[in-house]
């Protein structure tokens, strides 16, 4: 069985300057978040580690888990707990990044493709996403797939940590709870807010049973 994952996933929205990374990522934290993934796509190797490594500083005194987008490397030599790949990543060669991962989690894009994602665990990836659920701003090109497809994937993969992504918002939350989902992935619904921490809170809250 793969370790347990639950709750609100926080996306930090890409290349943002570093004291606002850092300020966001604080106030979600305070508000009770406890999965952050860096996703940036433009800061290069050199400048991605050093954003990692304060993230990486931020999130331990919460106790949280720290995900690096894309990069294993930079997942390891930052100290995160994971890597989240997409299929354009590494992803076709997971049976050689599982044991290049070690210890880290290992999560995979699926979007709605239930065989990529059979795969994808089948090689020992700890959770795969599925979505977007709903048109989300942050990848509007990403086709909505709707809940019952996410009821369909925890149908078909029982013991699989799985990931809704897209759309979701507080009050979404419960609804996506009920579908199956183990973690709900959020970007612009949790990092647009004007008050991220008292978003964060009333996700946290929200995503109870």
């Known amino acids: 069985m793969p370790e347990r994952l639950s709750g609100i996933y926080g996306i930090l929205p890409a290349d943002l300057d570093l004291g606002d990374l850092l300020e ?55 100290e995160a707990d994971g890597v989240h790949l997409g299929r354009g990543d590494d992803a076709a060669g997971l049976s050689g990044l599982r044991s290049k991962a070690g210890g880290l989690l290992t999560g995979i894009t699926c979007r709605a493709d239930a065989a990529f994602a059979k795969f994808a665990l089948d090689q020992g990836a700890d959770y795969v996403s599925f979505g977007a659920i709903w048109p989300t701003r942050s990848k509007p090109e990403v086709p909505a797939i709707g809940l019952p497809r996410l009821i369909k994937a925890r149908q078909m993969f029982p013991d699989a940590n799985i990931c809704a992504i897209g759309g979701i918002t507080s009050e979404r939350l419960p609804e996506v709870r009920a579908a199956g989902a183990d973690c709900a992935a959020v970007i612009s619904g949790l990092f647009t807010a004007d008050d991220i921490e008292a978003e964060a809170r009333a996700m946290v809250e929200a995503w109870k049973p």
């Open 24 to 78: 966001r990522a604080e106030a979600a934290l305070r508000g009770g978040v406890r999965i952050l993934q860096l996703r940036d796509k433009k800061q290069g190797f050199k400048k991605g580690l050093k954003r990692a490594q304060a993230l990486r500083t931020l999130t331990r005194p919460y106790g949280a888990r720290l995900i690096i987008n894309d990069s294993l490397q930079l997942a390891l030599e930052s």
